[in-house]
């Protein structure tokens, strides 16, 4: 990203922006609303021509990157963790709206962020539901939990019991209908890439799409190292001269929700997948645990998927890498 723009710094919050932007080398602080009104006056004030760094915040700040996406200004989004990091790594005291957009007016003047752009209207739609299904799965597990205890009492209530029953059958409908409109657009969207995700044993059309939605289409994934830490499969080891603090682990550090797709998936995949199957059971063979060698088998699902939609060749059982 060019870095000699003029950088803008904005802590956003659900009611308002703290602004911080330079004048002739004098920062300058300023406050607006998070509305579309807070948005044009914030355009007015501080120009187009400038790189806006805010922090990814929930939702509350999508509203106001899109906004001046459109005006044509250059937009950095930061993980709220990095710029903590950086705040700590220049031993920042105290903490307040107007010090947090200054802070992020430093980090997007040493740091050149790279730029955010708005994902396409169907990714942003599928996002949506998958959340809702999520919530409405959680609900589900609450309402059958519910239903259990109901249950283990000696005299239980029919009324609850059919209430309950009757929630229960609801959740599930609209579970499905969420997951059927969800899969289906992808499904449009993603014509080429999910016939090919579905040719890879272990991987059924419902976690082929979910992969399509973590992976925004796999267009912008260079290497299936960047999924693989995306979705926190990625080892991690803490260890400095003699002192080791713990076995070797997964970061967790990403999608939560196509991490434990993918474990249950690996489960068929290490019975019906060869390449799978032959690493779990040779980390077996080796004396390592099933669940450590499951989750090698996520990694190597994560790395097919990626060479399968890239190449545009489908899953072969007997195939091998041809060197030049």
Request: net charge positive; proline share 3%; charged share 20%.
């Amino acid at each position: 990203m060019d870095v000699t723009l003029p950088v803008v710094g904005i802590d956003v919050s659900k009611a308002t922006l703290a602004v911080c932007y330079a004048v002739e080398t004098r920062l300058q602080h300023t406050e607006v609303s998070n509305s579309k009104a807070g948005f044009e006056q914030l355009v007015r004030r501080c120009g187009a021509e400038c790189l806006y760094v805010m922090e990814a915040t929930g939702s509350y700040y999508l509203a106001l990157a899109y906004h001046l996406v459109e005006q044509g200004a250059r937009v950095a989004v930061v993980n709220p963790l990095v710029v903590r990091r950086f705040i700590q790594m220049h031993l920042g005291k105290g903490k307040s709206d107007r010090k947090d957009a200054q802070w992020l007016l430093r980090y997007g003047q040493q740091q050149a962020p790279k730029q955010w752009q708005p994902d396409e209207a169907v990714l942003v739609e599928c996002r949506q539901l998958e959340q809702v299904s999520e919530q409405l799965i959680r609900q589900k597990t609450m309402t059958l939990n519910s239903l259990e205890a109901l249950q283990q009492h000696p005299v239980v209530s029919a009324k609850a019991e059919q209430h309950l029953r009757q929630a229960l059958s609801r959740l599930e409908e609209q579970i499905q209908a969420l997951e059927t409109e969800l899969v289906g657009l992808l499904e449009r969207h993603y014509a080429r890439e999910m016939p090919l995700l579905c040719s890879i044993p272990g991987i059924g059309r419902k976690t082929a799409a979910l992969l399509l939605l973590f992976a925004k289409g796999f267009a912008q994934v260079e290497a299936y190292r960047q999924l693989t830490a995306k979705a926190g499969l990625c080892p991690r080891e803490y260890s400095s001269g003699t002192s080791v603090r713990g076995k070797s682990r997964i970061t967790r550090m990403g999608g939560g929700l196509i991490r434990s797709k993918l474990f249950m998936c690996s489960f068929s995949a290490k019975k019906a997948n060869v390449s799978c199957k032959a690493l779990y059971d040779r980390l077996v063979a080796k004396g390592k645990n099933g669940k450590l060698a499951l989750i090698a088998v996520c990694n190597k699902l994560l790395k097919q998927a990626c060479a399968i939609v890239k190449s545009g060749i489908p899953h072969q059982p007997d195939f091998t890498r041809i060197s030049a």
